[in-house]
């Protein structure tokens, strides 16, 4: 299995970026995605999530503003954040789980300048 993150970078509050997670080694069986952060000295939160069956959740902080979608025929999973804050500036990570099994991605710097 491998998730592999990219899209990060710097960019002006009120900008946009997109997050790509590409990932493999999965057997086509249901799975759960989802996209989490962690700003320096603070805990890991979800952002949002794309359960098996299709729901589709958001922090309320991100609500309005970043859309996760995925493509199950190109194996990946996007985040699109829009109306970027500079309280959005965190690493972001990729995850899914299969089964019991949770698999994270190593993660995209995000830093939204004020």
């Known amino acids: 299995v491998q998730l592999q993150a990219s899209g990060g970078g710097l960019v002006q509050a009120g900008g946009s970026l997109r997050l790509t997670c590409a990932y493999s080694?999965?057997?086509?069986?249901?799975?759960?995605m989802g996209w989490y952060r962690q700003a320096p000295g603070k805990q890991r939160e979800l952002v949002a999530s794309?359960?098996?069956?299709?729901?589709?959740k958001y922090a309320d902080s991100v609500k309005g503003r970043f859309t996760i979608s995925g493509d199950n025929a190109q194996n990946t999973l996007y985040l699109q954040m829009n109306s970027l804050k500079p309280e959005d500036t965190a690493v972001y990570y990729c995850?899914?789980?299969?089964?019991?099994?949770?698999?994270w991605g190593q993660g995209t710097l995000v830093t939204v300048s004020s």
């Open positions: 995850n899914i789980k299969q089964d019991v099994f949770g698999y």
């Open positions: 080694g999965f057997d086509g069986s249901s799975l759960a």
């Open positions: 794309i359960g098996s069956g299709g729901t589709i």
